[in-house]
Structure formats: structure tokens, C-alpha cells
């Protein structure tokens, strides 16, 4: 072989070696939020939810409210943060504000609850916010009644 034979055997190695890094990572993703009167939920439950993210959430105001993010392939370290408006009049109020950094690696649920004032929720609408690592916020608007 001669010299420009070996040199472009190289780079295609390096090429395809460099593609077949790019699929083996896996970025962290929230696949799905789900806002719920459980703290968790089995995978039954979560099969015959809608898919991805809905906006038909709707909650007792005597109940506890959990924001369950159903997560995959995080990594130690990254953050999830949460805001918690209330809706009165068009206009909003932050009434909590959370973040929750994993301790380990790996896939699952995750669990955030909103903090009830004198043991109820105002009945309305309400909004959660939500983003990973500090990316684009979505968010999931739910009404407890």
C-alpha cells in the first residue's frame, strides 16, 4: 500500500469510529410528565396514560399533588427544575419553586410534589414548568377542583 492509501484508510477509520461514538451516547431525556394524585406509579398506570405530555390533568383539591417525570439515561449531576404557577385572572403567581439534581445514573421516575397550604389546594388552574439542565422550559397546565 502505498502512503495516500494508508492516510485515507486512516480517516475513514477515524470517520466511522467517530459516528459509531455519536450513536452509543445517550443524551438525558424527560420522556414524560405526568401530573397525578400518586407519588408513583406502576407501569400499568403509566402504559394506559396518554402519550407524551397532556394538558387534561385534572386533581381534587384535598389530594396531594405530584409532578412524576418519567426520565431516561440520566447522568449523575443533572438538574431538573421545576416552577409551580397558580393562574388568577390571566395572570400568574409563582407559588414554588424546586429543583432536583440525581444522585446516580440512570432511568426511572421522579417525583416532585406541590406543597399544600393548610392541608388544600386553591381550587383553579395551575401551570408546572418544568425544564433539564437548564434547556428549553415546557410546561404542563393541570386544574384542581
Do not use: C, H
Not at 426511572?108 to 428549553?136: C, F, H, S, V, W
Request: aromatic residues 8%.
Amino acid at each position: 500500500m502505498n502512503k495516500k492509501t494508508v492516510i485515507i484508510l486512516i480517516l475513514l477509520a477515524a470517520i466511522f469510529a467517530a459516528a459509531i461514538y455519536t450513536l452509543l451516547i445517550k443524551e438525558p431525556l424527560i420522556e414524560k410528565v405526568i401530573i397525578t394524585e400518586k407519588k408513583s406509579l406502576s407501569e400499568a398506570e403509566m402504559q394506559s396514560l396518554p402519550s407524551d405530555k397532556t394538558n387534561d390533568f385534572v386533581l381534587s383539591s384535598g389530594s396531594a399533588i405530584y409532578a412524576i417525570f418519567i426520565v431516561k439515561d440520566l447522568k449523575t449531576g443533572n438538574t431538573i427544575n421545576i416552577k409551580w404557577f397558580k393562574i388568577k385572572d390571566s395572570k400568574e403567581e409563582l407559588i414554588q419553586d424546586d429543583s432536583v439534581s440525581t444522585k446516580k445514573e440512570g432511568s426511572g421516575q421522579i417525583a416532585a410534589g406541590l406543597i399544600m397550604k393548610d392541608d388544600t389546594y386553591e381550587p383553579g388552574n395551575y401551570r408546572m414548568e418544568y425544564d433539564l439542565n437548564g434547556g428549553t422550559p415546557i410546561s404542563v397546565n393541570f386544574t384542581v377542583k
